[in-house]
Nanobody, 112 residues
């Protein structure tokens, strides 16, 4: 059973930074895509960024240049470094593996 555990969310002021982590357990396979989606109140869940096992990345336009996704295959962990945060980044952030397994979500709130 694959499980994903997210950490690193919280409250930050506009312009601040946060780093999210998502650790996968129950698997030794490293050939899969991992990534992050987010869901703001009253909105649909949307892609933030994902990364293939080979390191290819994809970002939604609104976070390009501010967010960086990376992974450590030895630790089965994916990271999301979020800089220059804006109030519109406020959402619950969900980690996934292969779009099949999902974490419980971590709240990110950007507010002064």
């Amino acid at each position: 059973q694959v499980q994903l555990v997210e950490s690193g969310g919280g409250l930050v002021q506009p312009g601040g930074s946060l780093r999210l982590s998502c650790a996968a357990s129950g698997t030794t396979d490293s050939i899969y895509t991992m990534g992050w989606y987010r869901q703001a109140p009253g909105k649909q869940r949307e892609l933030v960024a994902d990364i293939t096992s080979g390191g290819r990345t994809r970002y939604t336009d609104s976070v390009k240049g501010r967010f960086t996704i990376s992974r450590d295959n030895a630790k089965s962990t994916v990271y999301l470094q979020m800089n220059s945060l804006k109030p519109e980044d406020t959402a619950i952030y969900y980690c996934h593996r292969s779009y099949i397994y999902w974490g419980q979500g971590t709240q990110v709130t950007v507010s002064s």
